[in-house]
Structure formats: C-alpha cells, structure tokens
C-alpha cells in the first residue's frame, strides 16, 4: 500500500458525503430453502494459473450444489499489461461459467495500470474498458444462465449489483485494495480526477450498502452478505497506519451502522490480502473499532478473506441453511489440478 500526504481535502470531503436511504426491492428469490455458491479472487495470476484457468472453472460447474458464483476482483496480478486483448480473454473464461456470475472489480485491473509494468495506462480508461468488457448488460450476472440483479448502472456503477438468493440478501461493492485510491505514477497526490472517481464510486458504495440493509430488513432476509475486493481489516499488516486506510473510513462506518442495526448475521467476503482469514473486524475490543474511529461495535459482522495470489489451491463453497443461526457455512475445497 502507498500513502501520500495533503489528502486532508479528500478526508474532509469523504466525512461530509450524505446519502439518500431508497430501498428499492432486490431481485426475487428463487425460493431454495438451502443453497451454495462460490467465491474465488485474485485468480488467475500468471501464465500458469490463466491457461488452469478454464479447468477451475470446469470443476465449480461440475459441483452439483453450487447454483452462484462470484468472483471478488484481481483477475491478473499487479505487474503484468492491462491490455484490452487480456480483459477480453478473461471475460471469454467468464462465460464458461454454467451458473449466474457477479464480478467484483477489484484493483489489479484497473487502478494499478498506471504502473510502466501494466502498460503505463490511464486508470480511469482502464475502468471504462472493464465495465465495456464485463458489464455489457446491465442488471445481469454474467455466465451462461445469465439472471436480473438490480445494480447502479443508472449511476454509472453497473458493477455495484444487489440480489437475493434463499432470503439472504447480497451486494457486490466496487471497493479496491491500496486505500482504494493508491496515487498514479508520477503523482505524490490524487489529481483532480481520480479524487472525482473515488469521491463518486465511495457514495455509490455506501448508497449500495444503506439501500441492501433497507431491503433486507424491509423482506425480514435471514442474513445479508457483501462482497468487496478490497481488504480494509488486513491482518497481515503489522502496525498499519491510517494514512494507508483513511479512504475506506466513510465505507467501514457505514458497514458497522447498518449491521448493528440488523437483527440478523452479516458476512464480509473479500480478497486482496490472498490469505484466508475468518474473524470478527469490529467486534468489541477490535483495534479497528478506534483505528477508523468507529464508535459503533458490529458483534454480528463476520469477515471472511478467501484465497488467492500465486499459491492459492482452493475455491470457497460457502452454503446457506436459512434454519440455522448462523445461515452461513463454508469450506475451501481444494483445486483437483494444483496450479
């Protein structure tokens, strides 16, 4: 992660943000009393794992249970090209996928592409590319038995998606690893366009995130799950500094207000960090509770970050049983070709 200084303006202007509560109604459920889907991220990284790539798939589809899947962001590591012929493989992958797909967009795709390594692109051309590419129609999933999902496209944030499956309600959030706005090459600041992107794309977010608890509460959802790229709770960082972190604040706030206020459990999938990890990031007694300067304590919130990067072996099959207390249950089930 990169920090810059003089971002006080962009501080003060993400605190500030207010936004309107709407609580439209999600996509219908389709009525299964158990279901399962998948999550992968970060993947593929390297040639290895892009030409494995198509037998990952295979297996997820061959998984009788698994009726969803997701993919939380990074699909190539942060040193190779972004190139438009790349975006448009991965997508040709994407529609292997037999089961409805929601993509998350995650960082490696786009905001990193400035680097000379990636092909010294302008960011904000690279995301216009993706949502070209991934999101040709809006309000529906990718892959194969392509479904309605109800997203932001009207806002223009199609990858920000909300659906409910076996009376969870879901999100997908467009939040990016790097402080979600980590400054281009050449730059020691965010220019006045990346600062419009972020500004914009977090109050698309926290909108998305308000208007998913409404929904869920309003059709009484057993749980509500969001799904986010970026890991704003990483564990693998020792002593990590605010500098690095502050733009997720205005999103982590909103997180913790809306899941103490829902009676139900709240499950918090993503990638970024490439280590799996379950625990409960503003429980009581959390350091991230006073590191974002969050003084509402989210006991409910379980955070789960899957594996990923270069070693990753497994995919995560996660279950809902709208019976049991927790909802949610998961297990990492091994690759049966190891990359």
């Known amino acids: 992660m990169r920090s810059w200084r003089g971002a006080a303006s962009v501080v003060l202007a993400l605190s500030a943000l207010t936004f309107a509560l709407t609580t439209p109604s999600a996509t219908a459920d389709p009525g299964h009393s158990r279901f399962s889907f998948a999550v992968i991220g970060d993947i593929p990284y390297g040639d290895t794992q892009i030409a494995d790539f198509p037998h990952v798939i295979s297996?997820?589809?061959?998984?009788?249970?698994?009726?969803?899947?997701?993919?939380?962001?990074?699909?190539?590591?942060?040193s190779t090209v972004c190139s438009d012929d790349y975006f448009k493989l991965?997508?040709?992958?994407?529609?292997?996928?037999?089961?409805?797909?929601?993509?998350t967009v995650g960082d490696n795709e786009w905001t990193d592409c400035h680097r000379p390594n990636n092909g010294s692109y302008d960011p904000l051309d690279r995301l216009a590319a993706i949502r070209e590419v991934f999101f040709p129609q809006p309000d529906r999933t990718l892959g194969r038995n392509s479904v309605r999902v109800t997203s932001q496209a009207d806002q223009g944030y199609p990858e920000d998606v909300r659906y409910?499956?076996?009376n969870v309600a879901f999100a997908a959030l467009h939040i990016v690893g790097s402080n979600n706005m980590a400054p281009w090459t050449g730059n020691t600041s965010a220019t006045p366009e990346q600062a419009?992107?972020?500004?914009?794309?977090?109050?698309a977010v926290v909108q998305e995130i308000r208007e998913t608890f409404a929904a869920a509460a309003h059709e009484h959802n057993k749980a509500v799950v969001l799904l986010t790229q970026?890991?704003?709770?990483?564990?693998?960082?020792?002593?990590?500094?605010?500098?690095?972190?502050?733009?997720?604040?205005?999103?982590?706030?909103a997180i913790a207000e809306e899941s103490a206020k829902f009676r139900g459990p709240v499950y918090l999938f993503n990638g970024d960090s490439h280590v799996y990890n379950s625990d409960k990031p503003l429980d009581t007694g959390s350091q991230w509770l006073s590191f974002y300067g969050v003084k509402t304590v989210a006991p409910n919130l379980h955070r789960v970050t899957i594996d990923g990067s270069t070693d990753v072996r497994n995919w995560l099959k996660v279950t809902i049983d709208p019976?049991?207390?927790?909802?949610?249950?998961w297990t990492r089930v091994p690759f049966t070709q190891v990359n």
Do not use: C
């Open 164 to 166: 409910t499956r076996a």
């Open 230 to 253: 970026a890991d704003m709770f990483d564990p693998t960082v020792t002593g990590p500094s605010f500098a690095d972190y502050y733009a997720f604040q205005p999103i982590v706030k």
């Open 59 to 78: 297996q997820i589809n061959a998984d009788p249970d698994v009726r969803f899947v997701n993919h939380i962001g990074d699909i190539k590591n942060g």
């Open 90 to 103: 991965i997508k040709s992958d994407f529609d292997m996928f037999e089961d409805p797909l929601v993509y």
């Open 196 to 203: 419009a992107e972020v500004l914009g794309r977090t109050a």
């Open 323 to 329: 019976g049991s207390k927790q909802v949610l249950s």
